[in-house]
């Protein structure tokens, strides 16, 4: 099992910045890659970043430029850096990790850090 807890949420105004840490924990050792996903109220959860643990990353078109998602093995954390912060940023955001380096599904998530953006 592996214990995903994140942090740093909050509320910024628009254009801020905001980083998030996901602290990772338990069988870490099997997890290839993880993730950022959020949830707007009335939305569907959306992928927002992921990182391999060769490193490659990718984004959703709407983050790219503004966000960096990167990861800290020493910590055993990851990262999002948040930048240019919008209103539409606004969600909730949840770390999630996977046994495998790509595809659709997720393993093991966060219990999520609220993001709220002021306009």
């Known amino acids: 099992q592996v214990q995903l807890v994140e942090s740093g949420g909050g509320l910024v105004q628009a254009g801020g910045s905001l980083r998030l840490s996901c602290a990772a924990s338990?069988?870490?050792?099997?997890?290839?890659?993880m993730g950022w996903y959020r949830q707007a109220p009335g939305k569907q959860r959306e992928l927002v970043a992921f990182?391999?643990?060769?490193?490659?990353?990718d984004y959703a078109d709407s983050v790219k430029g503004r966000f960096t998602i990167s990861g800290d093995c020493a910590k055993n954390t990851v990262y999002l850096q948040m930048s240019s912060l919008k209103f539409e940023d606004t969600a909730v955001y949840y770390c999630?990790?996977?046994?495998?380096?790509?595809?659709?599904?997720?393993?093991?998530w966060g219990q999520g850090t609220q993001v709220t953006v002021s306009s």
């Open positions: 999630a990790a996977r046994h495998t380096a790509y595809g659709p599904d997720y393993d093991y």
């Open positions: 338990g069988s870490i050792f099997s997890i290839n890659a």
């Open positions: 990182i391999t643990s060769g490193g490659s990353t």
